[in-house]
């Protein structure tokens, strides 16, 4: 009964983010975006080298998060696991998600610290995050036009900022010394379900209080493979809608990202569109759907190197298994 719910919920999910794609694309004629996509030869290319530049980013990133907790990454083996979870986030529309592949591929080799590994992911997800949220907050101060004269730009805003502080407020608990040595500390992890997971969790979270450094190098990091983004969306948003400003495409791009990532449909197809067009429109610029579905083209070349590191792997895998059970 959990299978056939769960078969039906990957369904549903995938069929609402393709008739969601299918009609913004139709309503918005964001069809033609192919055209200009192979008419700007020039975009498609940069579109790919910014998903690959992406992918390294986070690799490197991984490597300095697991650096803090005395853990080794290789940058190959980093950046393997994000093509596959890149793959698995936009190319397969079902339950497994990317990150869940990237934990698998990344505590391959570490399986008794798969608690401290996957703390690792999260903390990885709510430095990026933080960076974004940021960046939106500092694009709506220098372009307090959008914020003002918007309210529904103003009210995102408002809570991109308030989603931030909780995040700030969540690492100023994780590390508190004085909470750790509280009574309702030792309590808590003495009654809580799964409390030697807590634990960990708890203790991998701590070690960068002595590692700010660490998370400081992670957070630039995220800001560059951020302006790189804002970069490239505004270079595509020149050849869709030349009218539009730099400072407003890149607030407006950032807060149809963050809807994009909403665990509606597979990779935020469909969402992400919505968004996009919704937002743009809002402020007066048709098209914005087109900017958000040039990213998702420029991302398939990543997704098929993750394929193909996959596949590859797991072809070894039933290759090695095929050569122990045959030998004598």
């Known amino acids: 009964m959990k299978n056939t719910t769960r078969r039906f919920s990957i369904i549903l999910r995938a069929a609402l983010g393709v008739g969601l794609l299918y009609y913004v694309l139709k309503v918005t004629g964001g069809w033609t975006a192919a055209k200009q996509l192979i008419s700007a030869k020039w975009l498609l290319p940069w579109l790919s080298a910014l998903a690959f530049f992406g992918a390294a980013i986070e690799a490197k990133r991984l490597r300095v998060l697991f650096g803090a907790q005395g853990m080794r990454l290789p940058f190959v083996e980093g950046y393997r696991a994000v093509a596959i979870a890149a793959f698995f986030n936009y190319c397969i529309p079902g339950g497994t998600g ?58 995102l805003v408002a809570v991109a900022a308030a989603v931030a502080m909780g995040l700030l407020a969540v690492g100023a608990i994780a590390f508190s010394t004085r909470l750790r040595e509280s009574r309702w500390y030792a309590y808590l992890m003495d009654r809580a379900p799964m409390r030697s997971y807590l634990t960990r969790a708890a203790d991998a979270l701590y070690v960068f209080r002595k590692n700010r450094a660490a998370l400081a190098k992670a957070a630039a990091l995220s800001v560059v493979g951020h302006l790189a983004l804002l970069g490239v969306i505004n270079a595509a948003a020149r050849a869709f809608m030349p009218d539009t400003q730099p400072l407003t495409v890149s607030l407006l791009a950032l807060l149809g990202l ?30 914005g759907a087109r900017l958000i579905l040039a990213w998702r083209v420029g991302m398939l070349a990543l997704c098929c190197l993750g394929g193909a590191i996959y596949i590859a792997g797991a072809r070894r895998g039933q290759a090695a298994e095929a050569a122990a059970t045959t030998s004598p």
């Open 98 to 155: 990317g990150d869940v592949m990237k934990l698998y591929y990344l505590a391959a080799d570490s399986r008794g610290r798969r608690v401290e590994i996957a703390t690792l992911i999260f903390v990885d997800r709510a430095v990026a995050l933080f960076c974004m949220l940021s960046l939106v907050v500092t694009l709506a101060l220098l372009d307090g036009r959008l914020v003002w004269d918007y309210p529904l730009i103003g009210s």
């Open 258 to 287: 963050l809807a994009n990532v909403l665990p509606i449909t597979p990779g935020g197809l469909g969402v992400g569109e919505a968004a996009f067009e919704g937002l743009f429109r809002s402020v007066g610029y048709g098209g």
